[in-house]
């Protein structure tokens, strides 16, 4: 059974910098298409950063510069390095795993897991001014 566990969450000051980790376990696949996503109060869950299945690494506009997503596949690891953060960003961050998706790049970065792809339980970030 898949399994993605987050960790690293907490409350930071605006400027401030914090690497979440997801740790991935059961995928038979050795390069599921993984990334970031992440869910403000009142708001859906969007894409962050994704590396897909072909090794390539998307953004959304919001972080780039201020975002990486490093990943260590014989360690099953993903982090998100988080530098500059603001306010905004703000949000319950997610770890998400796709083994069968189809989407590559910013097509998985926009469009998630699919249905029936595992999700981590979350882990809470807040950023205050």
């Known amino acids: 059974r898949e399994e993605l566990v987050e960790s690293g969450g907490g409350a930071v000051e605006s400027g401030g910098s914090l690497t979440l980790t997801c740790v991935l376990s059961?995928?038979?696949?050795?390069?599921?298409?993984m990334g970031w996503f992440r869910q403000a109060p009142g708001k859906e869950r969007d894409g962050v950063a994704i590396?897909?299945?072909?090794?390539?690494?998307e953004y959304a506009d919001s972080v780039k510069g201020r975002f990486t997503i490093p990943a260590d596949n014989s360690k099953n690891t993903l982090w998100l390095q988080r530098n500059s953060l603001k306010p905004c960003d703000t949000a319950l961050y997610y770890c998400?795993?796709?083994?069968?998706?189809?989407?590559?790049?910013?097509?998985?970065?926009?469009?998630?897991?699919?249905?029936?792809?595992?999700w981590g339980q979350g882990t809470q970030v807040t950023v205050s001014s």
């Open positions: 590396i897909d299945r072909d090794g390539d690494i």
């Open positions: 059961g995928f038979t696949s050795n390069h599921p298409s």
């Open positions: 998400g795993a796709d083994p069968w998706t189809r989407l590559r790049g910013r097509a998985f970065l926009l469009g998630g897991p699919g249905a029936f792809a595992p």
